[in-house]
């Protein structure tokens, strides 16, 4: 194999300039969007000192996604995706605008600063479905896996700069103007989107209100292969996902080094960046069920090892093979979405997707946090990891289609 192969398969930017210029737009956006997490953060914190008010950042930010998601995609499946999306970066702009009026006044109370938070996240968790058909709706189905590992890689880079940005930015130039440029960003977004041709559903038009819901639910139900995806990404996550033990973890095993839990904290975006930068063979491949299962697997065992280990530079290591394998079943899990689910129903599954990809890392950081108060930092990492790679193990072997998923018609 040529080593060429080997590394991002960019042949979606060659053959798509509509593809390009969208998948510009939205990682301009993307940036803005983790400067303003960062912002937000920030600003409460510094109006209140309180973690909890802190916390609720992050409530304002996932429960329209978890509550709306369904509705929205159902909605979506009924409409033009290309001006449903327009719509829907419309009206996160106007939020981050809000966002930055009040930055230079200083005279909402948080309460309003999480309510505009929240408005902007229901805009997001309505503009996430309609963009789930873009890939496969701009591009050859055999370049789809590429496509998703460019949007992949770009968001996961803007993840690790925005936040970084911000700081820069917060010290220099102030809440209100961070604010103000993701309000800008929006508009690269839509620039990137305004130039797409009308994309509306192809084939039946999901019903109203819940009955296009649960006709979501029971095509999710039904489809083997797209269950199998979903519910081993839940299991991983639910079982095992680790960044809120790092703190306690460091504590035990590493001196509590500050420095040490801030590595941790990014060698696993560093891997996921790296995996995704040399995904060309395995999007190639063809074989998302296979690589999924096995990438999932990967990262569960890679979080036993880390459990176990005292080195800081070893558990470094696992920690990036563990983003690594995570950033594989990412893409490998979108690809078995997108191209296994008819159109007319991709925008609830997508959104299905989506709450999913929310709701699972937050329940292990839960689930991590009470077994550890129980027991150790270490125990809840190893059995979690453990119970993730027989969770794996077991969605294998009672979903034979996954293991041998190969890209197929939607529909299958």
């Known amino acids: 194999m040529s080593p060429t192969r080997s590394l991002l398969d960019v042949r979606p930017l060659r053959a798509s300039p509509v593809f390009r ?33 802190s916390g609720a950042v992050g409530l304002a930010q996932a429960l329209p996604l978890v509550v709306f998601g369904l509705f929205a995609g159902s909605w979506v ?11 829907a970066t419309v009206g996160q702009a106007v939020c981050s605008l809000l966002l930055a009026v009040q930055g230079f006044t200083g005279h909402v109370p948080v309460p309003g600063i999480l309510a505009l938070v929240a ?20 591009l050859p189905r055999e370049q789809v896996p590429a496509g998703l590992a460019l949007n992949h890689l770009t968001g996961q880079a803007m993840m690790l700069l925005g936040p970084a940005l911000a700081g820069v930015l917060l010290g220099r130039l102030g809440i209100g103007t961070c604010y103000l440029l993701d309000a800008l960003s929006f508009g690269c977004s ?35 292969v797209v269950r199998g995806a979903l519910v081993t990404d839940l299991a991983a996550t639910v079982l095992s996902f680790p960044v809120s033990l790092f703190p306690l973890v460091n504590a035990e095993r590493f001196g509590d080094d500050p420095g040490t ?14 995996a995704t930068a040399l995904s060309g063979s395995l999007t190639r491949l063809g074989r998302p069920g296979p690589v999924m299962l096995c990438s999932s697997g990967t990262w569960g065992a890679a979080l036993v090892l880390f459990g176990l280990s005292t ?4 558990g470094l290591a696992l920690l990036t093979l563990a983003g690594a394998a995570d950033s594989v079943s990412v893409v490998s899990r979108a690809t078995i979405v997108q191209t296994h689910t008819p159109d007319a ?14 709701a699972g890392p937050s329940l292990g950081n839960v689930r991590g946090g009470v077994l550890a108060g129980w027991t150790s930092g270490t125990t809840a990492l190893v059995t979690g ?10 969605v294998a072997a009672a979903t034979p289609e996954l293991r041998a998923t190969a890209d197929a018609p939607p529909g299958d």
Do not use: K
């Open 119 to 138: 408005v902007q996240s229901s805009f997001g968790a309505l503009g996430t479905p309609a963009a789930g058909v873009f890939v496969p709706r701009l």
């Open 77 to 87: 499946d009924r409409a033009d995706r290309r001006r449903v999306y327009l719509a």
């Open 385 to 394: 990891g453990l119970l993730c790679c027989l969770a794996v193990a077991g």
């Open 311 to 314: 080195n800081p530079w070893t």
């Open 190 to 224: 839509f620039y990137g989107a305004f130039g797409l041709p009308a994309l509306p559903p192809e084939g039946e038009l999901s019903r109203a209100g819940v009955h296009g819901v649960l006709d979501g639910l029971r095509f999710l139900a039904g489809h083997r």
């Open 345 to 358: 129903l991709l925008g609830r599954v997508t959104a299905a997707e989506g709450i999913v990809g929310r």
């Open 261 to 274: 839990l801030g590595l941790f904290l990014s060698a696993m975006a560093v891997g996921g960046i790296a």
């Open 21 to 53: 210029r969208l998948l510009i737009g939205r990682t301009v956006s993307t940036l803005g969007g983790f400067m303003t997490l960062v912002t937000v953060m920030y600003q409460v914190w510094d109006m209140t000192h309180s973690t909890v008010w």
